[in-house]
């Protein structure tokens, strides 16, 4: 075999380089020449055997520049094998091309229109006459993409860029002689004519000898290229961009200050040209030419090929801060940091810790224990170095946009749980060799097993570990992670974050704390739920050990309409749950003599019910639990979950397979469940509605409209024996709902209205409150007093089912009576209080909602995050707010836009296209590649075209 | 060498203070001693198994200053001479024990001599309340005994949400004894009841059948002060172990003023 001999790196320390370039960057931004060539004629071989190999060492690179591809890949001819990728944005800003080891890629074209590229040429034209009239000749050289090139001095022949200064003063005097007063007035020129003739963005620059008139110029590349690194999981803080030209040239800014967009201002800007009248402040001037720029490349592959621990973009509005440690709080503060991918869930430990931590590692569906003793089981430690006492953490920071947790002290880390792979993990860290485990591989676990490789040089770490119930697959899986390696792991991980993102985000211009709140929901909605299998979501998700990791509603209910909009396969795996808990749910059924099935109110491994029988009160009572025997709307909420993702996303296959199955067992379950009265109506006796406050309870309004729902869907789908579809369709119309036409209030349940009317709202000191421990749990029974909505709930699940125009005699009437003693509460309530337009309760009920965990309202947060309240958080946002429902093959759009918030929005999948929707002030925009909006009858609805 | 030092008045409250003495020295694996400061007209008797040191001079600054010494964790004093008396310490006690800064043990007279087997700490949930069971515990070392934990919520602080009971009780009970018992967790149950700490703290003793209550305090009973404390001594009919909160607050390194996350 014959190896080619390697080329000499450049040197890397000739001169240092500033603190500011002191760090690994993920990406670098560059311009061409000046930059990274000399010109177009350099050699540049060694700099193409320092990107192919920065890319295989993870790190992102972009050539911008205004010429054609041709031009630098000809000089270049790098073809990385990755994981870092290469791409080349040129012809000033209007294509895009990805270079690797199958060749070059185009990914992006600016095409202009007939109309523009004449445009175009009437303004070169123009431009030419314009200066001809005042004496000077000038030519259009070129027809470039999207461009027209006219040069200023056809005298000189190609000048080399060291001659810019005397090109730009012979310029300037051939201007001046014709009354054109410089550069600067000769770019005016050509804005004027562009816009004269039509073109209504002109970018019109100059580089001294030529003026160019284009509908693109870099600053698309940089928005282009930001963007991609963006969801590349990348984000601007951690990139460096590079150029030669950032000063003004001839009373014109530098072509590389156009790399300086709004987009990229957390980047790390540098100039290592001679920039004559300076850079602009934010740009670090290096100098040095291409040498210098070399120079830096070569520190960023030897931080790389060191082993450095990656960094976090730290962008406040992204992350999740703890500085330093506080005793007291450090178990909440755990759970607000933890890092999941869907199977495996870490809490926020520091790495070095004591007995007051908690690293604990949950295994999502792994159960141990019988009955109500089943919970969640704990994995072994990986985050968890060493518990040698205190190690003195300074900064725990978690980046929601890529799931890493980065910690800063004696000994400093990068951990991840792969989102591309998940049930593997990563982890680097650099410190104390005596605090860093000894180099080895080893398999550990009981129900799960961890199988791990550690790797200790000197005072670098680096752990890769893989989990599974399956033995030798968490061993096949940590040998696939380990070939690909550290780097190639955390890109993955970053891009499957990135990508998760770009399909789910949603943004508010108008109150930054909210915004950040959200995300913070919406990361660990993501982290805590698998793409494939079953996936039961428990109460705390992976975050902790409180509910045992017992399923509730919360997932049916709360979790999965996020998932069923977003990333449908998600909310797929979350039923699958329920459907291989059928057979369960049957025999649930039948143990009580009724037909079809009946999920348990709290379940677990088998499907079988799982709730505790009794509980400790904050007043020191011991209370039965009777929600596990009574509460049996989750019946329905499970149908109900069913058909939100059969309306998201249209999945045929489901709908007509196991979809089918969930909606009819739980029909027939109701359909057995109903009792008649001497008038023929039909009652639902001894239940407990979401206001757990009142039990056993008859007729509970909720409980009865959606289980009437449950039995008209299921009439609904294809198939059904005709003859039990008329059965189902009568006992629906048979079942009572408490509806009072004269008040337009529905009674929560039969004698509701003749409890104690107690008005909570002014009673209680604050609101949320606990109202049974306030007042006692025998009082509140008797009195109109609701733990969450109830009645409520309907309009905020299904607004179609209950009568028209009852909103607001119903919010009316409920929430002053309503203590919000469910974390559940006040998100419902800021959905129903916006499609009501009280923004004001609205926002203040989001804000309780969003800041649960946060702020630890409940304090129990240390046992885990409320997920269902995060998912209720998005469901205030896109059900409430933005007034987003699926309506067949149509998602409606009814926003309610408080006046507080600029615009709200939401990136959001339907029926199997992704779309993003904008809501202001001027109303409704989506931008989306198949999908398109309309208004009908005043209301907006998206639709395939 | 620990010493648990009674002091012995000459009085009918002897007895108690004696014994609860002999008790809390088991509990703490502690020598007992005993002090009396000779007055006209009262004397003690020798006490067997129990030095017993006379001393003369001004009651409360003899005992005060027979606290402070080194080998002493704790002074025993009698809560006041006569069940009847209707204030919660008499003088001498009320001197001694707002002085000394180091845990007094305040004996009533009606109290019944046994071994301290279970300890009620009632806790409000602040860092300085934490102190007492910890400085406990610490004193205690490997002896092992019951710790009942009380958290009284008043109506401001009654929880905004209560969720699943049957998981969320157990949820906050876990955090709260790490957060304001973290020495003792898994050795500690947690009461909780709501009302007012004064009248709960003696009902629950009784209830949960404690032998001791152990509880921080900033050494002032004046008027309209410790409420909890006064009731404690008045109405419980036990031994309170009175921690002073200056004392034992020695903030562990890392707690500092709240760091929000965010």
């Known amino acids: 075999m014959t190896v080619a001999p390697r080329r000499r790196a450049p040197k890397a320390t000739r001169r240092r380089l500033p603190s500011a370039l002191d760090r690994r960057f993920e990406a670098v931004v560059f311009d061409w020449d000046g930059t990274a060539v000399t010109d177009r004629q350099a050699d540049a071989g060694a700099l193409r055997e320092l990107v192919e190999e920065l890319c295989a060492l993870g790190l992102d690179l972009a050539v911008i520049t205004g010429t054609h591809v041709g031009n630098v890949d000809g000089q270049l001819g790098a073809r990385p094998a990755g994981p870092g990728r290469l791409h080349f944005l040129v012809n000033r800003g209007s294509e895009v091309f990805r270079a690797d080891e199958q060749g070059l890629h185009l990914l992006y074209r600016r095409e202009a229109t007939a109309e523009e590229n004449a445009a175009l040429d009437r303004a070169a034209a123009a431009t030419v006459g314009d200066l001809a009239l005042r004496g000077l000749q000038a030519e259009i050289v070129s027809e470039r993409l999207n461009r027209r090139k006219i040069d200023l001095i056809p005298d000189w022949v190609d000048p080399p860029k060291s001659e810019i200064d005397e090109l730009l003063r012979a310029v300037e005097a051939r201007l001046f002689d014709a009354g054109i007063g410089g550069l600067r007035a000769a770019v005016d020129l050509g804005v004027d004519s562009a816009r004269e003739e039509g073109v209504s963005d002109p970018r019109v620059t100059s580089d001294a000898k030529h003026v160019e008139i284009g509908l693109t110029d870099k600053s698309d590349s940089a928005r282009w290229i930001l963007d991609h690194l963006w969801r590349r999981g990348i984000g601007p803080g951690l990139v460096l961009i590079a150029g030669d030209e950032f000063g003004p040239l001839g009373g014109l800014t530098g072509s590389d200050s156009f790399l300086l967009v709004e987009e990229g201002a957390r980047a790390t800007a540098l100039s290592v040209g001679v920039e004559p009248t300076g850079v602009p402040s934010e740009v670090l001037a290096l100098r040095g030419g291409p040498e210098r720029f070399l120079q830096v490349l070569g520190d960023q592959r030897d931080r790389r090929r060191r082993g450095d621990v990656p960094e976090v973009d730290r962008d406040a509005a992204w992350t999740i801060q703890v500085q330093g440690f506080e005793r007291r709080l450090e178990r909440a503060h755990e759970a607000l940091l933890t890092i999941a991918d869907g199977r495996l869930g870490t809490r926020g430990a520091p790495l070095v810790g004591d007995g007051g931590t908690t690293p604990d590692v949950l295994f999502a569906g792994v159960y141990d224990g019988e009955g109500p003793a089943a919970e969640l089981v704990k994995s072994p430690q990986w985050a968890r170095l060493s518990a040698g006492g205190w190690a003195g953490t300074r900064r725990r920071t978690l980046d929601l946009h890529t799931g890493l947790l980065r910690e800063d002290g004696p000994v400093t880390s990068l951990r991840f749980s792969s989102l591309a792979r998940p049930g593997t993990v990563a982890l680097r860290a650099s410190g104390d060799p005596d605090r860093l485990p000894r180099s080895r591989r080893r398999s550990v676990g009981r129900r799960v097993t961890a199988a791990f490789r550690d790797r200790r040089r000197q005072n670098l770490f680096e752990r890769i570990g893989a989990y599974d119930p399956d033995r030798d697959t968490a061993e096949t899986a940590l040998a696939a992670a380990e070939t690909a390696g550290f780097d190639r792991l955390l890109a993955d991980h970053r891009e499957a974050w990135g990508g998760r993102w770009a399909g789910a985000d949603v943004a508010i211009d108008g109150d930054d704390e909210l915004q950040h709140a959200i995300r913070f929901a919406l990361f660990h909605l993501m982290a805590s739920v698998p793409d494939d299998g079953e996936a039961g979501v428990a109460a705390r998700g992976l975050s902790g050990d409180a509910y045992r990791g017992h399923v509730f509603w919360d997932s049916d209910v709360f979790v999965l309409p996020f998932l069923a909009a977003t990333h449908p396969q998600a909310a797929r795996a979350m039923l699958e749950y329920r459907v291989r808990r059928l057979p369960a749910a049957r025999a649930g059924a039948a143990r009580l003599g009724r037909k079809g099935a009946r999920f348990p109110w709290e379940s677990a491994i088998d499907g079988n019910d799982v709730t505790p029988s009794a509980a400790r009160l904050p007043t020191g009572e011991l209370v039965p639990i009777r929600t596990g025997e009574l509460e049996e709307h989750i019946v329905a909420d499970v149908a109900w979950a069913a058909a939100q993702y059969i309306d998201w996303t249209g999945d045929d296959e489901f709908a007509a397979g196991p979809g089918r199955e969930l909606i009819g067992e739980t029909a027939r379950y109701w359909a057995s469940r109903v009792r008649y009265d001497k008038e023929g109506r039909a009652h639902i006796y001894g239940v407990i509605g979401p206001d757990e406050y009142h039990e056993p309870v008859d007729d509970n309004a909720f409980t009865n409209v959606i289980a009437r729902w449950n039995l008209r869907r299921a009439a609904e789908l294809d198939g059904s024996d005709e003859r039990e579809r008329e059965e189902w369709l009568a006992v629906a119309d048979a079942l009572v709902d408490g509806y009072d036409p004269v008040t337009g209030v529905y009674e929560q349940f039969a004698g509701f209205h003749r409890l104690e009317p107690i008005m909570i709202a002014e009673v209680a000191p604050r609101r949320p409150i606990a109202a049974d421990v306030l007042l006692g749990w025998q009082r509140v029974r008797g009195a109109q007093v609701l733990k969450q909505a109830d009645v409520l709930m309907l309009h905020h699940l299904l607004p179609e089912d209950v009568q028209s125009g009852s909103l607001l005699p119903n919010l009316e009437f409920y929430e002053p009576r309503t203590a919000h003693g469910s974390s559940l509460s006040p998100a419902v309530h800021a959905a129903l209080f916006a499609r009501a337009r009280r923004f004001d309760e609205a926002l203040v009920a989001l804000s309780i909602a969003a800041r649960m965990d946060l702020d630890d309202l409940t304090g129990s947060t240390a046992g885990g995050l409320h997920l269902a309240t995060m998912g209720g958080v998005w469901q205030a946002l896109a059900f409430g707010f933005a007034g987003v429902r699926p309506a067949g093959d149509r998602l409606v759009v009814d926003p309610r836009l408080p006046p507080q918030w600029h615009s709200l929005e939401l990136a959001l999948r339907f029926r199997g296209e992704p779309l993003r929707l904008r809501i202001d002030r001027r109303g409704v925009a989506i931008d989306s590649e198949a999908l398109t909006l309309r208004r009908k009858d005043g209301i907006w609805e998206v639709v395939s075209p | ?262």
């Open chain 2, 1 to 262: 060498m620990k010493t648990v030092l009674a002091a012995l008045a000459g009085s009918p409250a002897d007895a108690p203070v004696l014994g609860a003495a002999r008790s809390l020295g088991e509990m703490l694996a502690a020598d007992v001693a005993a002090i009396h400061v000779e007055v006209k007209g009262a004397d003690v008797r020798d006490l067997g198994d129990v030095p017993l040191r006379r001393v003369s001079g001004d009651v409360v600054e003899e005992l005060a200053g027979a606290g402070l010494g080194e080998e002493v964790v704790a002074l025993v004093l009698g809560a006041r001479r006569l069940p009847a008396d209707p204030r919660p310490l008499g003088a001498t006690a009320e001197a001694v024990a707002t002085r000394v800064a180091k845990p007094v043990l305040i004996v009533p007279p009606e109290t019944q001599p046994t071994s301290i087997r279970r300890v009620l700490v009632p806790l409000e949930g602040t860092l300085e309340s934490s102190h007492a069971p910890r400085h406990l515990f610490e004193l205690a070392g490997d002896v092992a005994f019951e710790v009942v934990a009380l958290h009284v919520l008043g109506t401001e602080a009654i929880p905004a949400f209560t969720d699943q009971p049957q998981h969320e009780r157990p949820a906050w009970e876990r955090e709260f004894l790490a957060r304001y018992c973290p020495s003792g967790i898994g050795d500690v149950r947690l009461e909780t009841r709501v009302g007012s700490a004064e009248n709960i703290v003696p009902l629950v003793a009784e209830e949960c059948g404690c032998d001791l209550i152990a509880m921080g305090w900033a050494q002032e009973l004046a008027p309209g002060r410790a409420p909890v404390v006064r009731s404690a001594l008045l109405q419980s009919g036990r031994p309170v172990l009175l921690v002073p909160v200056g004392a034992a607050a020695r903030v562990p390194a890392g707690l500092g003023a709240g760091t929000a996350a965010g």
